[in-house]
């Protein structure tokens, strides 16, 4: 049997990994004196209506070397064998964790980066589930993902820089700048780390650069997995985002599936963002 194991990053929460059948890892995130596991006892809801109470940016905290054990302790314990994806090495040391608990399980384990976070990591991991139902074996599955995972874009418009402001990611100057002018940067992963990829000013050119900006990754292969992303308590930018977009999606798909970005990358990008992840053709 193969099971997989997926980081809090992905921004599946518990719930839903249960429905899914595979199996979540939680990240500790702390706002002030209150630790909580991500996805667990801490909802991607419950998160940001926290992030805009609070003066103070949560901190998240990656999952050490016993932690992973310990999962792949339980997940092999009946013979089965666990592909594991984690966030991207790039921004966070959970993945070289998880890969110096794996050597203890005499190749059972299978630690694939993807490179991404959030819905770019999801993306994968809907790949992952497709390719176990297939009836790859686990070494396939792991050797397909880490070919496919640099297909994957991941594109964002922010609403506000404030949060890339509080927390140290771009100039105070800079911040209140771009607040007045009401600058819109899209971020993307590129090569496992955030970049600042374009900005526009007003939702409308940003959510129009967005779209270039697909169209110039290649556009989205729709045989494979898809999704949108939003921030914050309000999917409002992302519908109107879904009418901007109309021909990305217009007789290529009757359903685009959307999930609320959680704490990894929410705590940077802040409320009211949109995002998009996609395998590029």
């Keep these: ?96 964790c998880a890969v110096k608990a794996a050597k203890k399980f005499g190749g059972k384990v299978h630690v694939v980066d993807s490179i991404q976070a959030c819905i770019g990591e999801r993306v994968l991991l809907q790949y992952a589930i497709r390719l176990v139902k297939e009836g790859k074996s686990a070494a396939e599955i792991a050797k397909e993902l880490d070919d496919k995972k640099h297909k994957i874009q991941l594109l964002a418009v922010l609403d506000t820089l404030k949060y890339l402001r509080k ?46 900006l697909v169209d110039k ?25 879904l009418k901007d977009s109309e021909h990305l999606w217009k007789g290529k798909t009757d359903f685009v599936p959307s999930y609320m970005i959680g704490s990894t990358i929410g705590t940077h990008v802040g409320p009211n963002a949109i995002a998009v992840a996609f395998f590029a053709k």
């Design 1 to 96: 049997m193969i099971k997989i194991l997926v980081d809090s990053a992905s921004d599946v929460e518990k719930t839903e990994a249960d429905e899914l059948g595979i199996y979540l890892i939680s990240m500790k995130v702390r706002f002030g004196d209150e630790e909580y596991s991500d996805g667990v006892n801490l909802s991607r809801r419950e998160f940001f209506e926290k992030l805009i109470e609070s003066a103070e940016l949560p901190q998240t905290s990656q999952i050490n070397e016993y932690g992973w054990e310990e999962s792949f302790k339980q997940l092999t314990a009946d013979g089965s064998e666990v592909i594991a994806i984690t966030i991207s090495s790039k921004l966070s040391g959970t993945y070289s």
């Design 167 to 212: 927390g140290g990611r771009i100039s105070s100057v800079t911040a209140i700048a771009g607040e007045m002018l009401s600058i819109k940067p899209v971020i993307s992963i590129v090569k496992g780390e955030v970049k600042m990829v374009g900005k526009a000013m007003g939702s409308k050119k940003s959510n129009n650069l967005l779209n270039q």
């Design 217 to 241: 990754c290649g556009g989205i292969d729709f045989d494979m997995p898809y999704v949108l992303g939003y921030s914050g308590l309000s999917d409002d930018y992302l519908q109107k985002y």
